[in-house]
């Protein structure tokens, strides 16, 4: 008896025994099957080993006398004798492995139940079964937000419905999912594992949570896919089709605060650029949401990351549409904060430390003090071994995001895409100071060329915004320029701003702005909101005004006579407010240059000959020859502000002669 108990048991603990050796492979994981999509398909076996049908129980016994083919059935009686029954065997085709067979029987099965769940979801459109719906998604996601490790099936499922062919089951199972991943999702990507992290043994937790990421990070991908192809829907399909991807690119919109630090951010990145690029982007309702996105992400990226990729993709994107945008995608370069610290020629700064006071320091010992320089010394190499790596990646990434929007604009301004020159102008304002000789050479050269294929004659308002654009960028552009330590001829820049201020001041829209309040003309076309720059012409000729006389070295003393004299003609039909201005600029300028006083008397002539007033340059009009008369018309102007002004420059320009 005691014989029995002791085989048994021994039995027991080589059963026990065996059964810790099967757990602690599965803990290792190296029993996971890469062929099954879902954790929750594969159905562990109930059955032992013992319990199953052998292969040598499956072959049948061998009959002498008998054709191997043939086999044995089960023996039937006639009248009292029994007859044995032999038959031949029908022909069977090779069986494959159990566990393939249970493979595909469960495939088999997810897609039943998937056309299932298509057939269901093909009537739900009842109020009764929308609601059932509804309540079925808010139960998922319950359990997601309570424990999404644990169910990490509800993820799957709520996935899977959200690619169903029913627009309710679609729309709902989209919406659902956008905060289920923007509280799952870490801040951080998700690596793929090795092989050799798979066959390690870990704890079950660590085994628990790899599983988690895996079908999160599987799950999201799919996610991603679905909205980025369903953002692709042009606005002439079906209005079904329409409103879900209306409803994509919201999605898009809302997961990409989350979604830029986490695994296919880059997907993401290009799906709201490819749909913000569409050749009319004013008509899609999400447009102005995705640009104001993507502007906020640029503002607050501080190490460059998502600004680089964004920028990158962005180029891409609008090269291969032949530049044909709306200004308002190329305006969010003027949102790269990043950019703002940027300068290539600067050098490591050493940091301060800070002193604490003796009175504050706690009392040590010898060895303590010992101890704790030696650890202060370590700390201090690796805190600045960190930050030297910060460092170096952060100006990595500034280079590579200064080189992408510099190379953008100038491929852009050699291509003369009208719409666009004012939105590269105001950018190169920003940071054409960063490029390198080089390339601001050929920034100053292509200006050239679109002024010089400008008719300064005959110029549409438009176009006397883009000459006028074009002057002060690139005075700016000398000006701000960190290295500059030598003066660039600017005569052209110079010459153009003095043949367009005679259309200037017979430009009715002067002092108006796309934001000013005013009657549409009937006549006229409709009103063109202008480039980001919404400065009026006035305050851009003052600005090139002020670059020209003093904030370079082009100004001169042939040059402010000249100006002076065709700014004083133009006064004649500015209006009050522009006429005020430029009467401020030139008392400005008669402080620099008093030789410009002896133009407002007969008397005292600089210059022989006749004044040119037709001349194209300051330099062929022989200005110094001329004679301001115009004050005589100015104090009979309806202003008083003008006649006070004028009253000024006279008296100021008879004591600059004393």
Same mark, same amino acid.
């Given at each position: 008896m005691g014989s029995k108990k002791r085989s048994q048991r021994v039995a027991e603990d080589k059963a026990s025994k065996r059964r810790k050796e099967q757990d602690s492979l599965l803990e290792g994981g190296i029993f996971t099957r890469e062929d099954v999509q879902e954790i929750e398909d594969s159905i562990p076996a109930k059955k032992s080993w013992d319990d199953e049908e052998q292969d040598y129980e499956r072959k049948p016994r061998k009959l002498a006398g008998y054709p191997e083919d043939n086999i044995e059935q089960l023996p039937i009686k006639i009248g009292a004798k029994v007859e044995r029954r032999i038959v031949r065997a029908p022909k069977v085709e090779p069986e494959s492995n159990n566990d393939d067979s249970e493979d595909v029987d469960l495939m088999k099965n997810d897609d039943e139940e998937q056309s299932t769940e298509a057939d269901d979801s093909a009537v739900a459109d009842s109020p009764e079964a929308v609601l059932q719906l509804k309540e079925q998604i808010a139960e998922l996601v319950e359990n997601i937000m309570e424990d999404a490790e644990e169910n990490v099936g509800s993820l799957t499922r709520l996935r899977k419905m959200a690619q169903s062919k029913n627009s309710n089951t679609c729309k709902f199972s989209l919406l659902a999912l956008i905060p289920v991943f923007k509280s799952v999702i870490p801040s951080y990507k998700i690596r793929p594992l090795s092989? #050799? $992290?798979? *066959? $390690?043994?870990?704890? *079950?937790?660590?085994a628990k949570l790899r599983n988690f990421e895996e079908h999160l990070v599987r799950n999201y991908k799919e996610y991603i896919d679905l909205l980025s192809k369903l953002a692709k829907t042009p606005n002439s399909a079906d209005q079904k089709q329409v409103a879900m991807g209306n409803l994509a690119a919201n999605a898009l919109v809302e997961l990409l605060p989350s979604a830029s630090n986490f695994n296919f951010s880059t997907e993401v990145f290009t799906a709201i650029i490819r749909r913000i690029c569409k050749p009319n982007p004013l008509a899609d309702p999400v447009y102005q949401k995705m640009v104001k996105a993507l502007e906020t992400l640029l503002n607050e990226d501080d190490d460059g990351r998502n600004s680089l990729e964004i920028v990158r993709i962005l180029a891409k994107t609008i090269k291969s549409r032949s530049y044909m945008i709306d200004e308002s995608v190329l305006n969010i370069l003027l949102s790269l904060d990043v950019l703002q610290d940027f300068d290539p020629n600067t050098k490591d700064e050493d940091f301060t430390k800070v002193k604490v006071k003796k009175k504050d320091r706690a009392h040590l010992s010898k060895k303590q003090? *010992?101890? !704790?320089?030696?650890?202060k010394k370590v700390e201090e190499e690796m805190q600045k071994a960190e930050q030297t790596v910060l460092a170096e990646e952060r100006e990595k990434n500034q280079a590579e995001i200064l080189k992408f929007t510099l @190379? +953008?604009?100038?491929?852009?301004? *050699? @291509?003369?895409? #009208?719409?666009?020159? %004012?939105? =590269?102008?105001? %950018?190169l304002s920003k940071f054409g100071h960063m490029a390198n000789f080089d390339l601001l050479g050929d920034f100053l050269e292509v200006m050239r060329e679109l002024i010089a294929n400008s008719?300064?004659?005959? +110029?549409?308002? +438009?176009? =006397? !915004?883009?000459v006028l654009l074009c002057i002060v960028t690139a005075f700016s552009l000398v000006s701000r320029h960190s290295q500059m330590k030598l003066s660039m001829d600017l005569t052209s820049f110079v010459d153009a701003l003095y043949s367009v201020i005679p259309n200037l001041s017979v430009d009715a829209e002067i002092e108006y702005s796309h934001k000013t309040l005013r009657l549409a003309d009937p006549l006229g076309s409709d009103l063109v909101k202008p480039s980001v720059n919404v400065s009026t012409k006035a305050e851009l000729l003052l600005r090139a005004l002020d670059h020209v006389f003093f904030r370079s070295r082009s100004g001169s003393k042939v040059r402010a006579a000249a100006f002076a004299k065709r700014l004083y003609v133009a006064m004649l039909a500015t209006p009050e407010k522009t006429s005020i201005a430029i009467l401020k600029f030139l008392e400005k300028l008669m402080d620099k240059y008093p030789e410009?006083? %002896? +133009?407002?008397?007969?008397?005292?002539r600089i210059g022989n000959g006749n004044f040119k007033l037709q #001349?194209?340059?300051?330099? !062929?009009s022989n200005a110094e020859a001329a004679t301001i008369w115009e004050n005589i018309l100015l104090l009979k102007h309806y202003s008083p502000a003008v006649i006070k002004g004028t009253k000024a420059l006279l008296e100021k320009s008879r004591g600059s002669l004393k």
């Open positions: 092989d #050799a $992290e798979k *066959k $390690e043994k870990v704890s *079950k937790e660590v003090r *010992k101890v !704790r320089k030696e650890m @190379s +953008l604009y100038l491929n852009i301004l *050699k @291509s003369n895409v #009208a719409k666009l020159i %004012g939105s =590269v102008l105001e %950018g008719e300064l004659d005959n +110029l549409s308002p +438009l176009e =006397v !915004r883009k410009v006083g %002896g +133009l407002y008397s007969t008397e005292d #001349a194209e340059t300051p330099a !062929r």
